[in-house]
Nanobody
């Protein structure tokens, strides 16, 4: 069994920073890509940032220059440092991890339960 758990959400003022964490645990052989997605009220879930296990990070245009994603592969953990937050960044942020649990089948996508980020004065 695999669990993906996000943490670090909360209320922050416009212009402020916030750091999200995502930890994957359980029976894990390897993790390919990890990513952060977000869903604002009344909108579809959208990509914020993704990072393959050994490549460069891909960011949505709306967060480029403000958000930085990083990974600690030894801890099966990903982070999203969010700076210069805007009201339009308000959303539930979800972590996605593409995880291989055994060598006998391909990897599957796992999602966390989401963490709320609210940017408001």
């Amino acid at each position: 069994q695999v669990q993906v758990v996000e943490s670090g959400g909360g209320l922050v003022q416009p212009g402020g920073p916030l750091r999200l964490s995502c930890a994957a645990s359980g029976t894990i052989v390897s993790i390919n890509s990890m990513g952060w997605y977000r869903q604002a009220p009344g909108k579809q879930r959208e990509l914020a940032a993704t990072m393959p296990s050994g490549g460069s990070t891909n960011y949505a245009d709306s967060v480029k220059g403000r958000f930085t994603m990083s990974r600690d592969n030894a801890k099966n953990t990903a982070y999203l440092q969010m700076n210069s937050l805007k009201a339009e960044d308000t959303a539930v942020y979800y972590c996605n991890a593409n995880i291989r649990r055994t060598w006998f089948r391909g990897p599957d996508d796992y999602w966390g339960q989401g963490t709320q980020v609210t940017v408001s004065s």
